[in-house]
């Protein structure tokens, strides 16, 4: 499975952006899809999951309310929709496909992940 993300770009505080992560072929049925960030600096940190049953969860705390997280019927594509962006949010965002139906906060229970997608907010 190849991961393709997309989306990101240059947008000034207060903005929005469309993330999307399309797989190169049908993810498995059972496998959670998760959005991660790494700001220059910072370790990679989990974002949002959706499970293999279209059930969703943003984790980081800093973007409840701003970030939501959705995925196609087919289990090709999932999306990060980004409102209120901040310029604490600028960052490298990356999906990835998990080992397992839920997803973790953990990089290492993934085995796929996308080349990664640049989103800068400017202030």
């Known amino acids: 499975v190849q991961l393709q993300a997309s989306g990101g770009g240059l947008v000034q505080s207060g903005g929005s952006l469309r993330l999307s992560c399309a797989a190169s072929?049908?993810?498995?049925?059972?496998?959670?899809m998760t959005w991660f960030r790494q700001a220059p600096g910072k370790e990679r940190e989990a974002v949002a999951t959706?499970?293999?049953?279209?059930?969703?969860?943003v984790w980081l705390a800093s973007v409840k309310g701003r970030f939501t997280i959705s995925r196609d019927n087919t289990g090709n594509t999932v999306n990060l929709q980004m409102t209120s962006l901040k310029p604490e949010d600028t960052a490298v965002y990356y999906c990835?496909?998990?080992?397992?139906?839920?997803?973790?906060?953990?990089?290492?229970?993934?085995?796929?992940w996308g080349r990664g997608t640049q989103v800068t907010v400017s202030s």
């Open positions: 990835a496909v998990a080992r397992r139906p839920y997803g973790s906060t953990t990089p290492a229970d993934y085995n796929y």
């Open positions: 959706i499970s293999w049953r279209g059930e969703s969860t």
């Open positions: 072929k049908r993810t498995s049925s059972n496998n959670a």
